[in-house]
Structure formats: structure tokens, C-alpha cells
């Protein structure tokens, strides 16, 4: 009873963490359309926002699993928020210098801090428990990420989208003091949820330092504590890990680039407002993504968790497919629809990979599934470029339907433990 409730406090403190990362990855769709006006982009220019949070996973990733072997979860997670923190004040003055490469510096560290957090927060939860629970443990936690998934673009929409669209040729007809003082008005009203998000990140921090955590499986072994594993790439033995990274890289790159067009896709396909395609987003698509978290977790108990995956796989795949095919509302509703099956991929394709590893290759292998987060920074990037070339947003999002394909294989095969590649 005293080891339950000692384990407790701590997986409620780490599973608040999941919500933060939900806000850099659900501010980005809102982001994308909101500096591609402020800062006057194309689909392409404006899709670097993605590839900075996603490269920074990339670099980010190894050293963070490498720090927390040698600091422990905690230390992980606090270096975490610092730099999360960090990050969101660096927006206030990329806004008021209207400065791009500036702003996506400040996306880079609040990157780097949700790097550090999740690569704790995953594993972490993980191992808190039995094994056998463990991916319904690590979905349940995941559902409040799905929280921030819900409010990130409703709020967002609300507080950053001014619902002021001007075509190219309005923009090109403007006095130039007005257009500055359009751009300028633009670029500054992100200054304040960005914020209030840095003072939410430094309570939280406080809350951390003052809070004992135990180090997840380490606890049960106080012997193996402070034992520093030593990092190798033979993790890569073990083939339902190596596959688990792949599906991963394909999979997030389909969230992200099914996220960052939306607005976009919204306009192209049916002529909607960008306020009323952030608040759809929100409140029905990322909804759903919540939604099918809670209900996945549940059919779990029944249905195999590789089964579940193929099966949310291949509906992702069609829909994406429909997406691009129909016209008008079809198109939108078939996209809203994705997000609902994309709930469960990361938390599962993450807690399969995992799967029968020591403690300290977990640590090793969760900075890996980590770095594969740098599909978000590939695929979104060549959704912009065909966009460009092809004039359509919505030929793009045949580049998510791909990726989902290598989702359902993981599920089917890819899943499966053997010792060597």
C-alpha cells in the first residue's frame, strides 16, 4: 500500500507534462497560417515552424537519454521545463523584431525542453506498474496529452487568429505604413499566450524540485539506482525496436503534416475561415484525437494492441486517401475523421518498441523513438514543396496516406520480438 502511494504522486505530476508537449506540437497548425501572414511565407517557408520543433527531437533526443541515465528522470524532466520556459520568452522579442529566424529559434529550445520531458515521460510511465498494463498505462497518460490537443488550437484560433485575410492582391495595393502596421499587429499577438505559458512552465517547475520522484523500474532495484548504462547501437538487435523507430518517423510525420495544412487544407477544399477552421480542428478533430485515446485504451482490454494498430492504420489510410480524392465537405469531414485513429499510434508503436528491453536499454531505446520524431520535420516540409509545385494542399496530403501504410505493416509484422535484425 506504502509503494502504491508513494507511486502515485509522481505519475500524476509526469502525466501533466504530456499536456505541454501537446501545446508546442497544437499551437504549430495555428502558428503556420498566422506567421505565414505575419511573416509573409509560402506553404514551404512556412512549414520550417514544424521543422525546427522536429529537427531539435532529432539532435535533442540522445542527450537527453544519455543525461537522464546519468541524472536520473528527474533531472530530465527539470532541465526540461527550464528550457521549455526558455523558449517561450524568446518568442515575446522574435515577435517584436519581427524577426522569422529568431522565432524559430524560440520553437527550437521549447523543443528541445518537450525532447527532455518526453523522453522521460514516456519510459517513465511506462514502467510505473506491471508490464502487463503497461501500453493501456502509457494510453491512459497519453489521453491528457490529448487534452492539450483539444485546447491548444481552440484557444489558439482564439487569442493568436484575427480572422483578417487579405489576398495577395489587397496586401500588394496596401500603403506600406498600413501594411506594417497590419504585419507588425499580426506578429505581436502571439506575444501573450507564449507568456503565459513560460509563468505555467516555471510553476510547475517549482513544483518538481520540491517533489521526490522515484527513477520508475530503478526503484524496485535500489541497487541499480545511479548504475549508468553504457549507450550502444546494439540496441538495434532487437528488430521490433528498429521497427518501432521506423514506424514511429513515418507515423509522426502523417500527425504533423495532417495538423500543419489543416487551415490551409480548410480554405482550398471548402472555402472556410481560418478562426472557424481552428475551432473545428479543436473542437472535433483533436476531440476525437482525445476521444479515440480514452476509447482505445478501453478496447485494449479486448482487442491486441498491434491488431488495434493495423486495423487504426489502414482506416487513417483510406481516409487520407478520401481527403484527396473528394471534393468540398466530404474532403474536410474525411480528414477531420484522422486524427480519431491517429490516437492510439504514438503511445502504442512507443510501449511495443520497448517492449522486453532491460531498464537502462529502455532509457537508451526511448531516446531513439524519441529522435524519430524528425518525420514531423521531413514529411510537413514536402507536403509544402508539392503544394508549391502542384499549386493544391490538397494533392499533398497524399504524402500522410503513404505513411500510414508503414503503420499498418508495423502492426501486422513489424511488432514482432526477435532477437537479431
Not at 140 to 169: K, R, T
Amino acid at each position: 500500500m506504502m509503494k502504491k502511494q508513494r507511486i502515485i504522486i509522481p505519475i500524476v505530476l509526469v502525466t501533466s507534462l504530456f499536456f505541454l508537449w501537446a501545446l508546442l506540437h497544437n499551437l504549430n497548425p495555428i502558428l503556420i497560417p498566422h506567421l505565414r501572414k505575419a511573416f509573409s511565407l509560402n506553404d514551404f517557408q512556412s512549414s520550417l515552424i514544424d521543422a525546427s520543433a522536429y529537427i531539435s527531437y532529432f539532435v535533442i533526443a540522445i542527450p537527453a537519454g544519455l543525461f537522464m541515465q546519468r541524472y536520473s528522470y528527474k533531472g530530465g524532466i527539470i532541465l526540461g521545463l527550464l528550457l521549455y520556459a526558455l523558449g517561450a520568452l524568446t518568442v515575446i522579442p522574435a515577435a517584436s523584431e519581427r524577426s522569422y529566424i529568431l522565432f524559430l529559434v524560440a520553437i527550437f529550445i521549447i523543443a528541445a525542453g518537450a525532447t527532455f520531458l518526453e523522453t522521460a515521460a514516456n519510459p517513465y510511465i511506462s514502467v510505473l506498474g506491471s508490464e502487463e498494463t503497461a501500453t493501456r498505462r502509457l494510453n491512459l497518460a497519453q489521453s491528457f496529452n490529448g487534452l492539450g490537443a483539444v485546447l491548444a488550437p481552440i484557444l489558439g484560433g482564439h487569442f493568436i487568429l484575427s480572422g483578417i485575410e487579405y489576398s495577395d492582391e489587397e496586401l500588394t495595393n496596401m500603403a506600406p505604413t498600413a501594411l506594417n502596421q497590419y504585419l507588425q499587429t499580426e506578429s505581436d499577438a502571439i506575444k501573450m499566450p507564449y507568456l503565459v505559458i513560460a509563468g505555467a512552465v516555471f510553476f510547475l517547475l517549482l513544483l518538481f524540485v520540491v517533489t521526490r520522484l522515484p527513477d520508475g523500474r530503478v526503484a524496485e532495484n535500489e541497487g541499480e539506482a545511479h548504475h549508468v548504462g553504457k549507450f550502444s547501437l546494439k540496441i538495434f538487435r532487437h528488430k521490433h525496436f528498429a521497427m518501432a523507430v521506423l514506424s514511429q518517423f513515418f507515423y509522426i510525420g502523417a500527425q504533423v503534416g495532417i495538423g500543419s495544412f489543416f487551415i490551409r487544407f480548410a480554405r482550398e477544399a471548402s472555402s472556410m475561415g481560418e478562426k472557424q477552421a481552428a475551432f473545428l480542428f479543436g473542437s472535433i478533430a483533436m476531440t476525437g484525437f482525445m476521444a479515440g485515446r480514452f476509447l482505445g485504451t478501453f478496447l485494449m482490454n479486448y482487442i491486441a494492441p498491434n491488431k488495434l494498430l493495423a486495423i487504426y492504420g489502414l482506416i487513417s489510410f483510406l481516409l487520407c486517401l478520401s481527403a484527396v480524392l473528394l471534393d468540398g465537405n466530404n474532403a474536410l469531414y474525411s480528414l477531420m475523421a484522422v486524427p480519431f485513429f491517429m490516437s492510439i499510434m504514438y503511445p502504442t508503436i512507443f510501449s511495443l518498441g520497448i517492449q522486453k528491453l532491460s531498464s537502462q536499454d529502455t532509457k537508451i531505446a526511448s531516446s531513439f523513438l524519441v529522435m524519430s520524431i524528425v518525420g514531423g520535420a521531413l514529411f510537413p516540409v514536402l507536403m509544402g514543396l508539392m503544394s508549391v509545385e502542384a499549386n493544391s494542399i490538397q494533392l499533398a496530403y497524399s504524402i500522410p496516406a503513404l505513411c500510414f501504410l508503414f503503420v499498418f505493416y508495423y502492426g501486422i509484422s513489424g511488432y514482432k520480438i526477435t532477437s537479431k535484425i
